[in-house]
């Protein structure tokens, strides 16, 4: 079975750092594009950042470039954010995905990040 | 920009339902397909995908969902809506990264 578990998220403080997981299975992963999209809970999505195959590039949004840093580990079939300078507006589930927009797209649980005082 | 219309959809089963999207910009890919997207988030789970490319259904998804539309004006169809199809439907353009999802379509029973 094809899966996308995420984990790592949880309780930060404003300025703090979390590195959030995502790990695959049942598919080869290496063979696909990775994205991280986030939503509030009870609002819209918000598509943070993607890495291609090799993890030789990436993209992100406006709002997290600089801070955020997506990366993989083709051997451990694992996809990574780093998240640093979090504020309160990075408060959100965070989602992993597989060929956002093709034909073999594939979203994860998600996981929790709060970021609180 | 992607603008959905409209945000709240209340539907009978078995009847026919639409959603629109428009964005403010073509969404023709130098590929020759629309990158214009569509995806269900039923409720308490992630999203998936419902249209891919405009008009096309990825493995799986009931033939009750359609997708037409070119340039910038995209729709979504349900041939007869069905009980389970409830929750928030988004489209998403992926023409070039930032990728932006539209606000968002509440269907409701």
Not at chain 1, 66 to 75: E, L, P
Not at chain 1, 83 to 100: G, P
Not at chain 2, 43 to 69: C, E, K, M, T
Request: with cysteine; net charge negative.
């Amino acid at each position: 079975e094809e899966q996308l578990v995420e984990s790592g998220g949880g309780l930060v403080h404003p300025g703090g750092s979390l590195r959030l997981s995502c790990a695959a299975s049942g598919f080869t992963f290496s063979r696909y594009w990775m994205h991280w999209v986030r939503q509030v809970p009870g609002k819209g999505l918000l598509w943070v950042s993607r890495l291609n195959e090799d993890g030789s590039r990436t993209d992100y949004a406006d709002s997290v470039r600089g801070r955020f840093t997506i990366s993989r580990d083709n051997a451990k079939d694992t996809l990574y954010l780093q998240m640093n300078s979090l504020t309160v507006e990075d408060t959100a589930i965070y989602y992993c995905a597989r060929d956002v927009s093709g034909a073999d797209d594939s979203w994860g649980q998600g996981t929790q990040v709060t970021v609180s005082s | 920009v992607l603008t959905q219309s409209p945000l709240s959809l209340p539907v009978t089963p078995g009847e026919p339902a639409s959603i629109s999207c428009r964005s403010s910009e073509s969404l023709l890919h130098n590929r020759g397909h629309f990158s214009l997207h569509w995806y269900l988030q039923k409720p308490g789970q992630s999203p998936h995908l419902l249209i891919y490319s405009a008009s096309n259904r990825p493995s799986g998804v009931p033939d009750r969902f359609g997708g037409s539309g070119s340039g910038t004006d995209f729709t979504l169809k349900i041939s007869r809506v069905e009980a389970e199809d409830v929750g928030v439907y988004y489209c998403m353009q992926a023409l070039e990264p930032p990728y932006t999802f539209g606000q968002g379509t509440r269907l409701e029973i």
